[in-house]
């Protein structure tokens, strides 16, 4: 089993800047692949934004040139900085993990709120 606690949502003004983190714990050697995911009210979830254990990392289109995804292996911890906010980012925002292979994995966070607005 793997737990994943979130943090560093809020409220911010279009424009700003928030950074959410995600750290795993329980069963784990180490993990292949760590992102991000967001659902908007009355939408899907939608993958933001995922990081390989080796570097490589992908975004949608919707976020690139604002949003950066990080981790910390040795922490097991995932970051997302999102900069230029914009009130279409407004969403929940969920950690996803998968131990083994690509996202999406089995696992994920509680979720974490997000809003822009002025």
């Known amino acids: 089993q793997v737990q994943l606690v979130e943090s560093g949502g809020g409220l911010v003004q279009p424009g700003g800047s928030l950074r959410l983190s995600c750290a795993a714990s329980?069963?784990?050697?180490?993990?292949?692949?760590m992102g991000w995911y967001r659902q908007a009210p009355g939408k899907q979830r939608e993958l933001v934004a995922g990081?390989?254990?080796?570097?490589?990392?992908n975004y949608a289109d919707s976020v690139k040139g604002r949003f950066t995804i990080s981790r910390d292996n040795a922490k097991n911890t995932v970051y997302l900085q999102m900069n230029s906010l914009k009130p279409e980012d407004t969403a929940i925002y969920y950690c996803?993990?998968?131990?083994?292979?690509?996202?999406?994995?089995?696992?994920w966070g509680q979720g974490t709120q997000v809003t822009v607005s002025s």
């Open positions: 996803n993990v998968n131990r083994y292979s690509r996202l999406p994995g089995t696992y």
């Open positions: 990081a390989t254990i080796g570097g490589t990392t």
């Open positions: 329980g069963s784990i050697v180490s993990i292949y692949a």
